[in-house]
């Protein structure tokens, strides 16, 4: 871990945007390179300020706005599992600021007690949790952090620096940030539940719910209460709602955020609110179920199974509602159907507490690759007896397409609140949403996944022209795919066979190739703002972009050669004209050579081929049944430019012959299908003698 104004050799790496070995390679060809200054001969640890000096005299030093400077110094003070707590400092130190003129540009660190000072006075609540393991001296590490902040310019938003902050800390934890739900979840979940004055998250993690409830509030005071198990994600979310609170401009009650494990002490017993918002952990196997065999929340049909804490939440949710209060959660599909779960799910039925299930597309959480369910539950009022419950699958109504956001907010608040309207005068839209009677619903089974109660869209009406036209494009295609097949010699001694091998990485350090790669990480929280991404999916097809990514990602650019780093196979192609431009998604290497050394279609012909598909299938990593690919050690024949051109347009017509082959088999397929279905309905006959 770095030390207070230190960096280590993979924070320089991260600070020049290079990888590891780059920074090993300046310390042994740069005598002016800066020297460590502490940590060991395997672990050295550089002075910041100095390598920062170097790089920039370089030219090595990207340009950064304020938030990233300030993070930058963050990181070399904190790194690790401290980030956290030094992004709620940060956080803190730029609200003070903020707020009270005398600590803007006082000299020396905001003390312990003159930050709870400046806070009580805003929020006297929020100095509660504040207070909370709060020293009574800053540490070196958060000196460091206070004296980042200090630099910042006059001029500087603190919130909009705290939010840039954020995202940065989300960007850093990686895959790891499973605190926080996208803004555009997060939007749409409130969506769902309207216009409120007070609103609940039991499992609040760094805030993104309740700190958009704020927002969604529309200039209306919104009380929020909040709790989490995590004590510096709840702090976290405590600057978040000072900061929306403070934004916002409007009065009200504060905000409370408290810590502590929601099902085995509730911080907010018998409190109720207009709404619930929350997207609680999944499968907790120690959830409390031995100790809370009588608690009064379990009204809904009795204490939740040991095996279904999602069911044990949803009760929790219901019993700190207002009557006739709506709660909306992001749930496993698994708590839909399982079959432990029949007797809650009943129970929520048959009084009306269960008022729809709405299905989500995949990707839209990058902490799972299914897709999750909302479910929206409203405390019964008098003696209402609703009949029916609503389902929606927005991944039917996004069909195939890129993930549209936009698109799954509007199929899902529309269905939502035209069924809340008038249930019984709701449609039915096949495949996408229908009102269901409870009675259909309390089978065997009480199965409440929306797939399962919405009719199938069975398609266009069969159009007898339309299939003919169909089969004569076919037999035309069928009769291109010999003329696409290259002529071919027998090779016999080649100058490819006997060619010396390079691997990527020795073509790397020559400078003859750049290696771009993306791994998996969560990103921007806001998925409706990400760029569109080429997927390993995508390079496999060559088809369009349909990922999303970041908008600060690597773009594609022509000639770069794309290798998935997870797949069933090993996979080279060359960037068609519909992915340049695109950013570079999840799990995606682009390899960018130098065209007066290596021909791209070359380069993805061998890669993909021969030894080194063996090699990769020999010496990767699997996980189930998918291998990973270290590209780093595929290897490439040394060739002349021009033999490589030469097999490079032999590869480019096998890559447009086995594209034109799968068109066809495609085609083939649903030309087949279409057929059959007109020979059965009568739309078609056979020609006669045949």
């Keep these: 871990m770095d030390q207070p104004g230190m960096v280590s050799s993979i924070g320089i790496a991260k600070l020049a945007g290079v990888g590891r070995a780059a920074v090993s390679n300046w310390r042994r060809r740069y005598a002016d390179f800066p020297q460590p200054v502490a940590g060991t001969a395997t672990s050295p640890a550089f002075e910041l300020a100095a390598v920062e000096r170097w790089l920039s005299s370089q030219g090595k030093l990207p340009a950064a706005s304020a938030p990233q400077r300030i993070w930058r110094e963050i990181e070399a003070a904190s790194g690790g599992p401290d980030l956290a707590s030094a992004l709620w400092l940060a956080g803190m130190s730029l609200f003070a600021r903020w707020v009270d003129a005398e600590v803007e540009g006082r000299a020396g660190f905001l003390s312990p007690d003159r930050l709870a000072d400046v806070v009580r006075r805003v929020d006297p609540l929020a100095a509660d949790l504040l207070a909370e393991g709060m020293p009574d001296a800053w540490s070196p590490r958060e000196q460091a952090v206070l004296a980042a902040v200090e630099r910042l310019e006059a001029d500087e938003e603190p919130a909009a620096v705290f939010e840039q902050l954020y995202q940065q800390y989300l960007s850093a934890r990686g895959s790891a940030s499973d605190y926080m739900t996208p803004a555009g979840v997060a939007r749409l979940m409130l969506q769902l539940a309207g216009r409120v004055s007070s609103v609940m ?134 708590a839909a159907s399982r079959s432990a779960g029949r007797r809650i799910r009943g129970e929520l039925l048959r009084r009306g507490a269960l008022r729809a299930v709405i299905g989500l597309p995949q990707g839209l959480l990058p902490a799972t690759s299914v897709g999750l369910h909302l479910w929206i539950l409203r405390r019964p009022a008098g003696g209402e007896q609703p009949s029916h419950m609503l389902v929606v699958d927005t991944a039917s109504a996004v069909g195939g397409r890129k993930l549209d956001l936009t698109a799954v907010t509007d199929t899902a608040v529309d269905a939502w609140r035209a069924f809340d309207r008038d249930p019984a005068a709701f449609g039915v839209q096949a495949g996408v949403c229908r009102a269901v009677p409870v009675i259909e619903l309390l089978d065997e089974d009480i199965d409440v996944s929306p797939a399962r109660h919405l009719p199938v869209d069975l398609g266009p009406e069969l159009d007898a022209a339309d299939l003919l036209a169909a089969r004569g494009d076919l037999v035309r295609r069928l009769a291109s795919l010999e003329r696409s097949i290259p002529q071919f010699v027998d090779g016999g001694e080649s100058s490819l066979a006997s060619a010396r091998r390079a ?113 990769a299938a020999r010496s990767s990593s699997t996980l189930r049944e998918m291998m990973r690919v270290n590209v780093k050690r595929l290897q490439v024949p040394v060739l002349p430019l021009e033999d490589q051109k030469r097999y490079g347009e032999a590869f480019r017509r096998l890559a447009e012959f086995e594209a034109v082959l799968a068109c066809a088999s495609d085609e083939g397929r649903e030309l087949a299908r279409g057929l059959s279905d007109a020979l059965s309905s009568g739309v078609l006959t056979p020609e006669s003698g045949e």
Excluded: K
């Design 503 to 615: 691997s990527l990485e020795e073509l790397t350090r020559s400078g003859s190739l750049v290696i771009h790669r993306r791994l998996l990480r969560s990103g921007s929280e806001d998925a409706a703002a990400n760029s569109s991404a080429v997927t390993g999916a995508d390079v496999v097809r060559g088809a369009p972009p349909t990922g999303s990514a970041p908008a600060d990602a690597v773009s594609i650019e022509a000639g770069d050669v794309l290798v998935p780093s997870l797949g069933r196979a090993l996979v080279a192609r060359v960037a068609t004209d519909e992915q340049v431009g695109a950013r570079l998604g999840n799990n995606l290497h682009a390899i960018r050579a130098d065209p007066q050394v290596l021909d791209p279609w070359f380069l993805a012909g061998v890669l993909s081929a021969g030894e080194n598909a063996r090699e």
């Design 201 to 334: 998250d039991a499992a609040c993690g760094t805030g993104s719910l309740v700190a958009q409830a704020v927002v969604a509030g529309g200039g209306a005071p919104v009380q929020c209460f909040a709790q989490d198990l995590d004590a510096t994600a709840a702090r976290i979310a405590q600057v978040r709602l000072l900061f929306a609170h403070r934004l916002a401009g409007v009065g009200g009650p504060p905000s409370i955020v408290r810590v502590g494990d929601s099902l085995r002490v509730d911080a907010f017993p018998g409190h109720l609110v207009d709404a619930v918002v929350s997207n609680p952990p999944f499968g907790l196997h120690d959830w409390g179920h031995d100790q809370l065999a009588y608690d009064q929340r379990w009204a809904f049909g009795g204490l939740p199974p040991r095996t279904e804490p999602e069911l044990a939440w949803v009760q929790d949710a219901l019993a700190h509602l207002e009557p006739g209060g709506l709660a909306v959660l992001l749930m496993p599909p698994a």
